[in-house]
Each structure stands twice: as C-alpha cells, then as structure tokens.
C-alpha cells in the first residue's frame, strides 16, 4: 500500500495582506498529480488544513 502524508496546509492563509490562492490552488494541483503518478493508496493530512476554524465557502 502506498501511502502521502501531508500537513499542515493552512488554505486561505494570506501573506502581509496578500492572498495566497494561486499558490495554495498550484499545491493541490501538484498534490493530485503526485497522487495519480504514485499511485497512491490513500492521503494523510495531519495538522490544518484551513488556517482559521471557519473557512469560507
């Protein structure tokens, strides 16, 4: 069984005022094409995934 562990992702983290989207939005598209590649049995998050404890919609 292969397995991806991740942490910590923070989604909707802005920087000094700057929104972080892009970037976050290129993680998750690098993360399912690793997924796919690997052949990955399942994804383990540990950690945050959103950065404040209600994210928007």
Same mark, same amino acid.
């Given at each position: 069984? &292969? +397995?991806?562990?991740?942490?910590?992702?923070? /989604?909707?983290?802005? /920087?000094?005022? =700057? %929104? &972080?989207?892009? %970037?976050?939005?290129? =993680? /998750?598209?690098?993360? +399912?094409?690793?997924?796919? %590649?690997?052949?990955?049995?399942? /994804? +383990?998050?540990?950690?945050?995934? =959103?950065?404040?404890?209600?994210?928007?919609?």
């Amino acid at each position: 069984m &292969r +397995l991806i562990h991740t942490a910590d992702w923070h /989604l909707g983290q802005s /920087l000094h005022g =700057f %929104e &972080r989207s892009y %970037e976050q939005q290129c =993680f /998750l598209d690098w993360l +399912l094409d690793t997924l796919v %590649e690997q052949q990955a049995a399942a /994804l +383990l998050i540990a950690g945050d995934v =959103f950065d404040t404890a209600n994210p928007p919609a």
